[in-house]
Nanobody, 126 residues
Framework: QVQLVESGGGLVQAGGSLRLSCAASGRTFSSYVMGWFRQAPGKEREFVAATSWSGGSTYYADSVKGRFTISRDNAKNTVYLQMNSLKPEDTAVYYC???????????????????WGQGTQVTVSS
């Protein structure tokens, strides 16, 4: 069982930056692929970014590529999402997730994830 707790959300102006953190319980953090997803009001949850077990491989949605960076610190059981050049359309609740796929295929399929955090709100004003 893994518990995930996100933090770092808030209100920021367009063009600004935020860094989200997701702290995981348990001693097997490095055995999980970690991903970030988001859900805007009235929309379905969508993939944002994912990182492989060691952090050596990462994958991004086209909408955030070049602006967001996912990273992980296995010693701290934490995954991060650095968000730069934020846009109003980035406004959403952001969720981190942990999964155990057989191999890392980009991590964009939410069905690969077994554990989800409660989410943190990110609001970008224009």
């Amino acid at each position: 069982q893994v518990q995930l707790v996100e933090s770092g959300g808030g209100l920021v102006q367009a063009g600004g930056s935020l860094r989200l953190s997701c702290a995981a319980s348990g001693r097997t953090f490095s055995s999980y692929v970690m991903g970030w997803f988001r859900q805007a009001p009235g929309k379905e949850r969508e993939f944002v970014a994912a990182t492989s077990w060691s952090g050596g491989s990462t994958y991004y949605a086209d909408s955030v590529k070049g602006r967001f960076t996912i990273s992980r610190d296995n010693a701290k059981n934490t995954v991060y999402l650095q968000m730069n050049s934020l846009k109003p359309e980035d406004t959403a609740v952001y969720y981190c997730a942990a999964g155990s796929p057989s191999w890392f295929r980009g991590g964009s399929d939410e069905h690969e994830y077994d554990y989800w955090g409660q989410g943190t709100q990110v609001t970008v004003s224009s």
